[in-house]
């Protein structure tokens, strides 16, 4: 069974700050890795995927996320935050080979940033 | 590319009625899938189509709820009887086949009053 854990459901920044957003995952089998956003009343839209190439991964938006096996982790960075980053933001894991794909979300870490 | 659209937007129900949702994928994929997300939680897989069949149900929240996707294209998922506890956004996802990124729509949230 796949899991996902999202340390902090709230992150405050300030705008220029580094943004860090933690996700630990529990997977039997390789995994992929997802990092959505979501802004309020509206549906998710991807930021950046591991499918078991680079470990680093770049996505939209200048976040990027890294891939670390020993550490079951896959936690999203961005150098400097910009007011528009707040949202929440969700990490996903589904396994290869899995069939159908479903993903598995955690609960979400809302960042907000302070001017 | 229109993206995933989903129809209607907000709904708005008496406990007991019943309710459909419509979720348009984007036009080539064949894999569709349905989602719930209650308040301060990531979303909750249901179900997923590839093309007309609908190959994993067993994560459907009860015998109420039911989807269909008859020719492959468009799908809609049927609550029954609605509970308060049914109240919540869902979301449609759809993806290429051998492809894992999936796209969401802008979602349907419903109100059970």
């Known amino acids: 069974a796949q899991s996902v854990t999202q340390l902090g459901s709230h992150v405050s920044v300030s705008e220029g700050a580094l943004v860090l957003l933690r996700c630990n995952y529990s997977s039997s089998v390789p995994p992929y890795l997802f990092w959505y956003v979501q802004y309020p009343n509206q549906g998710l839209q991807l930021l950046l995927k591991y499918t078991s190439a680079a470990t680093l991964v770049k996505g939209i938006n200048g976040f990027e996320a890294e891939f670390k096996k020993s550490e079951t982790s896959f936690h999203l960075t961005k150098p400097s935050a910009h007011m528009s980053d707040a949202a929440e933001y969700f990490c996903a894991v589904t396994e290869k080979g899995a069939g159908s794909y479903q993903l598995t979300f955690g609960k979400g870490t809302k960042l907000s940033v302070i001017p | 590319d229109t993206g995933v659209s989903q129809d209607p937007r907000h709904k708005i129900t008496k406990r007991g009625q019943n309710v459909t949702f419509r979720c348009d994928p984007i036009s080539e994929h064949n894999r569709l899938y349905w989602y719930r997300q209650t308040l301060g939680q990531g979303p909750e897989f249901l179900t997923y189509f590839q093309n007309e069949a609908q190959l994993e149900k067993s994560r459907l929240l009860s015998d109420r709820f039911s989807a269909e996707r008859p020719k492959g294209s468009f799908s809609t998922l049927e609550i029954q009887r609605t509970e308060q506890g049914d109240s919540a956004m869902y979301l449609c996802?759809?993806?290429?086949?051998?492809?894992?990124?999936?796209?969401f729509g802008p979602g349907t949230r419903l109100t059970v009053t």
């Open positions: 996802a759809s993806s290429l086949d051998l492809e894992h990124e999936q796209y």
